[in-house]
């Protein structure tokens, strides 16, 4: 069993910064591809960032490359996602996601491939 929660939500003005952090319960974290999807209204779920099991590789969407940075702590069972520059299109509900079954090098980039999620913490970026 495995439970995610997220926090580090909240409003921001556009050019501003937030980080967002993902407590993981249970024995899963270390072995784990982790991802940060959102989702904003109307709009379906997307991966924004992704990190593999070691730390070692890393995913970030065309949208947010240059501008946000995922990391692990894998002895905190903790992953972070720094968040730089922040626009009103980055307005959604982010949520934590674990992958148990991910191969060492894999980033899973679909919501279907992810077993576990945090509840969503919710960013709004200011014009």
């Known amino acids: 069993q495995v439970s995610l929660v997220e926090s580090g939500g909240g409003l921001v003005q556009a050019g501003g910064s937030l980080r967002l952090s993902c407590a993981a319960s249970g024995r899963s974290f270390s072995s784990a591809a982790m991802g940060w999807f959102r989702q904003a209204p109307g709009k379906e779920r997307e991966l924004v960032v992704g990190i593999n099991r070691s730390g070692g590789r890393t995913y970030y969407a065309d949208s947010v490359k240059g501008r946000f940075t995922i990391s692990r702590d894998n002895a905190k069972n903790t992953v972070y996602l720094q968040m730089n520059s922040l626009k009103p299109e980055d307005t959604a509900v982010y949520y934590c996601?674990?992958?148990?079954?991910?191969?060492?090098?894999?980033?899973?980039?679909?919501?279907?491939?992810?077993?576990?999620w945090g509840q969503g913490t919710q960013v709004t970026v200011s014009s």
């Open positions: 996601a674990l992958d148990r079954a991910a191969y060492s090098s894999a980033i899973p980039t679909t919501p279907h491939e992810y077993d576990y």
